[in-house]
Each structure stands twice: as structure tokens, then as C-alpha cells.
């Protein structure tokens, strides 16, 4: 309160403690306006718009975040209320723009699984890229799994050779195939797929959600990329209320200039107490000073899962493609 030129009442800097905000789970966010489920004391929900209010000051509001909200939660068309506290995070997935880029974005907030989708062919996989999605994931401490797509068009085996030494659980799909199996990967949990475009994670999130109507597109066929189709990330709940899945837009980068090389290595529990017992201070693990080799030597652990993680650390390291 500003007091006027004779008021007596003094400014405050107090703010309420809106103890009878609404829960809300930001489900879409576009162009400062965010989406949110409230849930009602019936065990229903309702879908409610929102706007960030100005004390949260730089704070960000991502798709996944648990958020109060006072105001006109009603969901009544032209209503808007305000989301005043986002409540603590369980996980964050997070990327830069590229590796020498030192603003990390949060892409995702609250997610537990995160589904590596990439097609075997047209486009042809990206291992780099698989590498830097599964290090954002060992990172955020989220459970990856991999969705290899277009069975159809090309076999799975070469690629999942490459990725056995990691223990990463994987499924294999193919267009206009079973989903069963994914479905049992994704039941109870909140899952955020991710890929580079083309992949075909719009036409997996369509076949879960069936009302969903994400738009999907075609591959160039010069430059065998695929067109960004979805522009904003939307979190979608599987029929049945059996878990969560956050579609992404695709990408075609994944900095991690914010990942330090202790987070990724506590992925690997067979590995990570030779680093702690061997390893010399502020070891990066990819120097003829790693301690991590004679680790292997007396047979702690596979050369493969070794050879492994130093992959996934040059290519936080910005290895190219």
C-alpha cells in the first residue's frame, strides 16, 4: 500500500501468504498464459488459465510444474487467475542452447521418466544425440528409455548393441504397430518424450491419446531432417488416468554446457566408486590420469561400460556428431 501525501499507513513489503490458494498442475504454457488442471473436491478437475503473478519476479512457470493460484479459478470463458508460488520440484529437465551457452532452459518440471524416442530410419538415428539426451537424464535424475520407431523400415539390432553396455531399458515400435509394450512403460508414471523432429513422437503421443490431434508432418527427403510440427511443449494424461506424457518440440541441439561430470557418473554405480577411490581430484575421466582404468583392470567393472561413459562425457563435452 502506497500512502497517500497525509495517510499514516506505512508501506510494506509483506507479501499474503495465500494460504487458500488452489493446487494446480501446469499442464500448456503460451505466450505468458498458462494452462492448468485444478482439481476439485469431488475428485474431478478443471481446466484453468493463468497468469504469472509479478512477485514470483524472474521465476519461471514450465509445463510439469505443481503451482498455487489465486483469483477467478472458476475456468469460465475470458477468466484469468494468478499463479502465485510454484511449489518445489522433484526433477528438472533442463538444456542450453548449445555447449558454450551458460543460460540453462528448463524444458520440463516434475517428469520421472524420460522417453529417448528416435526413428531407425528416415531420419537415420543420432547416436550423439541419444548420448546428450541420456546424460540431461542421468542429470535430472529421471529414468531414461529408449523408443526406437519405423521398426518397419530398418532393424533395431545394431542400435541396441550399442546402447546394452548402459543397461538402458528400450522398446521398439513400428507404424501402425502394437504399443502394448510401451503402454506398460508409461502406465503410472510422467513421461516427457523427446527427439529430434521427424522421429515421430506426435504420431506415438496420437496413438496413446487418441483425442490428442497433435499435428505430425513428413521428412525432407534432401535433407533427410524432419519440420518442427509441434511448437510448444503439452502435457497429455493416458486414458484411464493411468500416468502422464509430456510431448516436446523437436530439437536439433542439446546443450549441456550446466552438466558436471560427477552428475553423470552417479549413473554408474559400478564405476563411480573407482572414480571416488582412484581418481585424482577434479578428474573429467576422458585424461591418461583417470584412475578408472585400473579399476576395470582388476575387474570392477566392463571395459564396454567404461568405454560407455566416456562416450557420454565427450559428448557433454560438445564431441560433434
Same mark, same amino acid.
Given at each position: 500500500?502506497?500512502?497517500?501525501?497525509?495517510?499514516?499507513?506505512?508501506?510494506?513489503?509483506?507479501?499474503?501468504?495465500?494460504? @487458500? !490458494?488452489?493446487?494446480?498442475?501446469?499442464? /500448456?504454457?503460451?505466450?505468458?498464459?498458462?494452462?492448468?488442471?485444478?482439481?476439485?473436491?469431488?475428485?474431478?478437475?478443471?481446466?484453468?488459465?493463468?497468469? =504469472?503473478?509479478?512477485?514470483?519476479?524472474?521465476?519461471?512457470?514450465?509445463?510439469?510444474?505443481?503451482?498455487?493460484?489465486?483469483?477467478?479459478?472458476?475456468?469460465?470463458? @475470458?477468466?484469468? !487467475?494468478? %499463479?502465485?508460488?510454484?511449489?518445489?520440484?522433484?526433477? $528438472?529437465?533442463?538444456?542450453?542452447?548449445?555447449?558454450?551457452?551458460?543460460?540453462?532452459?528448463?524444458?520440463?518440471?516434475?517428469?520421472?521418466?524420460?522417453?529417448?524416442?528416435?526413428?531407425?530410419?528416415?531420419?537415420?538415428? =543420432?547416436?550423439?544425440?541419444?548420448?546428450?539426451?541420456?546424460?540431461?537424464?542421468?542429470? *535430472?535424475?529421471?529414468?531414461?528409455?529408449?523408443?526406437?520407431?519405423?521398426?518397419?523400415? *530398418?532393424?533395431?539390432?545394431?542400435?541396441?548393441?550399442?546402447?546394452?553396455?548402459?543397461?538402458?531399458?528400450?522398446?521398439?515400435? $513400428?507404424?501402425?504397430?502394437?504399443?502394448?509394450?510401451?503402454?506398460?512403460?508409461? !502406465?503410472?508414471?510422467?513421461? #516427457?518424450? #523427446?527427439?529430434? $523432429?521427424?522421429?515421430?513422437?506426435?504420431?506415438?503421443?496420437?496413438?496413446?491419446?487418441? @483425442?490428442?490431434?497433435? !499435428?505430425? $508432418?513428413?521428412?525432407?527427403?534432401?535433407?533427410?531432417?524432419?519440420?518442427?510440427?509441434?511448437?510448444?511443449?503439452?502435457?497429455?494424461?493416458?486414458?484411464?488416468?493411468?500416468?502422464?506424457? %509430456?510431448?516436446?518440440?523437436?530439437?536439433?541441439?542439446?546443450?549441456?554446457?550446466? #552438466?558436471?561430470?560427477?552428475?553423470?557418473?552417479?549413473?554408474?554405480?559400478?564405476?563411480?566408486?573407482?572414480? /571416488?577411490? =582412484?581418481?585424482?581430484?577434479?578428474?573429467?575421466?576422458?585424461?591418461?590420469?583417470?584412475?578408472?582404468?585400473?579399476?576395470?583392470?582388476?575387474?570392477?567393472?566392463?571395459?564396454?561400460?567404461?568405454?560407455?561413459?566416456?562416450?557420454?562425457? *565427450?559428448?557433454?563435452?560438445?564431441?560433434?556428431?
Amino acid at each position: 500500500m502506497r500512502p497517500g501525501r497525509r495517510g499514516s499507513r506505512p508501506r510494506t513489503r509483506r507479501r499474503p501468504a495465500h494460504d @487458500d !490458494a488452489s493446487s494446480g498442475f501446469v499442464t /500448456a504454457v503460451d505466450r505468458g498464459r498458462y494452462r492448468c488442471l485444478v482439481a476439485l473436491g469431488t475428485g474431478d478437475e478443471r481446466g484453468v488459465t493463468a497468469m =504469472r503473478a509479478r512477485e514470483l519476479g524472474r521465476k519461471g512457470v514450465v509445463v510439469g510444474d505443481r503451482v498455487a493460484l489465486v483469483g477467478d479459478v472458476s475456468g469460465a470463458p @475470458d477468466t484469468l !487467475a494468478r %499463479i502465485v508460488r510454484v511449489e518445489p520440484r522433484t526433477s $528438472s529437465l533442463r538444456r542450453t542452447a548449445d555447449d558454450s551457452d551458460p543460460f540453462e532452459r528448463i524444458v520440463v518440471a516434475n517428469a520421472d521418466q524420460l522417453v529417448i524416442v528416435t526413428a531407425l530410419a528416415d531420419p537415420e538415428p =543420432r547416436p550423439r544425440m541419444i548420448d546428450r539426451q541420456l546424460v540431461a537424464a542421468y542429470d *535430472a535424475g529421471m529414468d531414461p528409455l529408449l523408443c526406437l520407431t519405423k521398426a518397419d523400415l *530398418a532393424g533395431p539390432d545394431a542400435l541396441i548393441a550399442e546402447y546394452a553396455p548402459l543397461g538402458v531399458p528400450y522398446v521398439v515400435t $513400428s507404424r501402425g504397430g502394437d504399443l502394448d509394450e510401451l503402454r506398460g512403460h508409461l !502406465a503410472g508414471r510422467t513421461s #516427457v518424450l #523427446v527427439g529430434h $523432429s521427424g522421429v515421430g513422437k506426435s504420431t506415438l503421443v496420437n496413438a496413446l491419446v487418441p @483425442d490428442a490431434e497433435r !499435428a505430425v $508432418s513428413h521428412v525432407n527427403a534432401v535433407t533427410g531432417r524432419g519440420r518442427h510440427t509441434s511448437s510448444s511443449a503439452i502435457a497429455l494424461e493416458l486414458p484411464d488416468g493411468d500416468g502422464w506424457i %509430456i510431448d516436446t518440440p523437436g530439437v536439433r541441439s542439446f546443450g549441456l554446457a550446466h #552438466v558436471k561430470p560427477e552428475h553423470v557418473i552417479e549413473a554408474f554405480d559400478d564405476l563411480a566408486e573407482g572414480a /571416488a577411490e =582412484r581418481c585424482p581430484p577434479l578428474c573429467d575421466h576422458l585424461q591418461d590420469s583417470c584412475g578408472l582404468d585400473g579399476w576395470v583392470a582388476d575387474g570392477h567393472a566392463s571395459r564396454a561400460r567404461l568405454d560407455s561413459l566416456r562416450r557420454l562425457l *565427450a559428448a557433454r563435452e560438445g564431441d560433434a556428431e
